[in-house]
């Protein structure tokens, strides 16, 4: 790029920033400040200097003062970046952040090859094959070309896993990467049903109303809408998907910034979820649009909450084009519940303590007990019709609690689960058994019910774990034998039929899923004097 270029980069930046706020001296003098800069240094610098790479990261260094949301895309990173939402790929699925010269797992992708080896969102990749990654100036598109390739093909990566004191290393073997938002829902019982939104993407509404329309046809009267994990999307797919479930005219969300007045969003007639018990579970990883609907549902007391405070990301980014068809997705507004909660949690002492939070929740005791959590009154809010507390300044504060249980969890379990065991062996479990296992359960259904991990079968397992270099643990494998006949079981389930019978199976031996049932089925939503 020649400096003539990048007088233009910076006349762009300082005229868009002149659409949104009157133009005054300082900008101007900015503008001329840096461009006098540049011009010294493309003509007297000891050595012969990139400019374009400079300006990169003037940007991007720039936009850090600002707010952990507001980023700089370079143009071949703008379509990688749109993908989870709109399209499909071949590789290991997972979504990520680089933060700090450190590559951060923002999501694995349900379904994909990293999700089913149990990489987590936090993970930092540290090793690629052999090669640092980390604190080595690797750009997103050196990630992309590492992680993605043919189908089949292995990579081998090695993570930092908070809480871990050493590398936690995976042999991921890379694939189609399906790239569905809502898994396939589920009968619970003969009124209840299940469905799991992964993201807020192009068709996740689409998608919501398919597998709805499928359960009300097998009976459904009660939902269970699980958002746990789900890092948020696009904003006009959450608007939609909340007025799912509200009546007419009522705020879904409202935005305002300092220079964006305040923008209402309410319900509409459409709707297929308008009447009937609703259950939305979520978590600490449910981020943004998750919130926007979970705020909106608790707000007008239409549903409960369960689970563990959400995210706490509120902000609005708006994206501006460079004239070198590179992109700055700008925070521009807050985005605000019904009752006036600001769902962002605050960002003012950096971004490395930004994206610390979640684990110091964990070190405080957030993620196990209620009562590690505490807010002041001035974050205090009422819900619009029964006026019941509600809390706002970083994210959605569940109406019930559950906290994280890993009492059945051990080392044993976990290199089953990271060497990718359970995924191997269900595999060729599958090559073998696949016609006969269909003939004898012809759906998830009758699955779920009927097939058990036998004694004979879960010792076959741990030989094959052995086999896998993942030596038996007697005493783990006592602790653990639940979890991981449970575990085996879903694997077969999704290599059979599809995710939502993994889920279903998953769920079984989730606390936070059978609170949701149980709340369904006792008097909590009559004495909350909730609207179903």
């Known amino acids: 790029m020649k400096i003539q270029k990048i007088f233009s980069v910076i006349a762009f930046l300082c005229f868009s920033s002149s659409q949104i ?5 300082d900008i101007q003098a900015s503008m001329n400040k840096f461009g006098t800069l540049l011009t010294i240094i493309s003509q007297t610098y000891v050595d012969t200097v990139n400019e374009t790479k400079l300006v990169d990261h003037a940007i991007v260094n720039l936009l850090q003062d600002l707010d952990p949301h507001s980023v700089y895309i370079s143009p071949q990173d ?3 970046m749109n993908e989870p939402l709109i399209g499909n790929f071949e590789g290991v699925g997972i979504q990520f952040n680089i933060i700090k010269d450190t590559i951060l797992v923002v999501s694995p992708i349900v379904g994909g090859p990293s999700e089913k080896l149990g990489i987590m969102s936090g993970d930092k990749i540290i090793i690629i094959d052999d090669d640092t990654v980390a604190g080595v100036g690797f750009t997103n598109d050196k990630v992309v070309k590492s992680l993605r390739g043919p189908k089949g093909t292995i990579v081998h990566v090695s993570m930092k896993r908070n809480g871990e004191p050493e590398l936690l290393d995976f042999e991921i073997k890379r694939d189609k990467i399906p790239i569905y938002s809502v898994d396939e829902g589920y ?8 469905i799991r939104v992964n993201r807020f993407a192009r068709n996740t509404v689409e998608e919501f109303r398919a597998e709805l329309v499928t359960l009300k046809k097998e009976g459904l009267e009660n939902l269970v809408l699980d958002l746990r994990g789900n890092g948020g999307g696009y904003l006009n797919t959450a608007i939609e998907l909340a007025d799912e479930f509200l009546d007419r005219d009522k705020l879904i969300v409202y935005t305002q910034g300092r220079n964006f007045p305040k923008d209402e969003t309410k319900s509409t007639l459409n709707g297929n979820f308008k009447k009937g018990k609703l259950v939305v579970l979520i978590d600490e990883s449910s981020a943004s649009a998750s919130e926007i609907v979970s705020g909106a549902i608790q707000d007008w007391d239409r549903g409960i909450i369960i689970g563990r405070r959400s995210f706490g990301k509120g902000l609005v980014q708006k994206p501006y084009p460079l004239p070198d068809g590179s992109e700055v997705r700008l925070t521009i507004s807050r985005y605000y519940t019904p009752s006036g909660r600001c769902i962002q949690r605050p960002y003012g002492d950096g971004t490395d303590k ?14 196990m007990n209620e009562d590690s959590i505490s807010f002041p009154d001035s974050l205090k809010f009422q819900t619009r019709i029964n006026k019941r507390t509600v809390y706002g300044g ?15 969890r051990s080392d044993y379990y976990f290199k089953l689960l990271r060497k990718g065991t359970f995924n191997k062996y269900s595999l060729s479990y599958l090559d073998k058994k696949r016609k006969s296992l269909l003939k004898t359960y012809p759906d998830k259904y009758v699955f779920h019910k009927k097939f058990v991990v036998t004694e004979e079968q879960l010792n076959d397992f741990i ?4 086999k896998d270099k993942v030596p038996k643990n007697e005493a783990d494998l006592e602790k653990s034998k639940a979890e991981i006949e449970n575990l085996l079981k879903a694997y077969i389930s999704r290599g059979l039929f599809n995710s939502g019978s993994y889920m279903m199976e998953i769920n079984e031996v989730d606390k936070t899923f059978k609170m949701a049932i149980s709340t369904i089925n006792d008097d909590t939503f009559d004495r909350l004097k909730l609207r179903y």
Do not use: C, W
Not at 21 to 25: K, V
Not at 394 to 408: H, K, L, R
């Open 463 to 466: 030989a094959f774990g052995e």
């Open 78 to 80: 703008k379509e990688k």
């Open 21 to 25: 706020n009157a133009q005054n001296g």
């Open 354 to 367: 930004y994206y610390e939070d979640l684990r110091a929740r964990y070190e405080h005791g957030e993620l």
């Open 187 to 194: 009968m619970v019982d003969d009124k209840t049903g299940y």
């Open 394 to 408: 970083g994210g959605i504060m569940p109406d019930v609690f559950v906290g994280v249980d890993t009492s059945a």
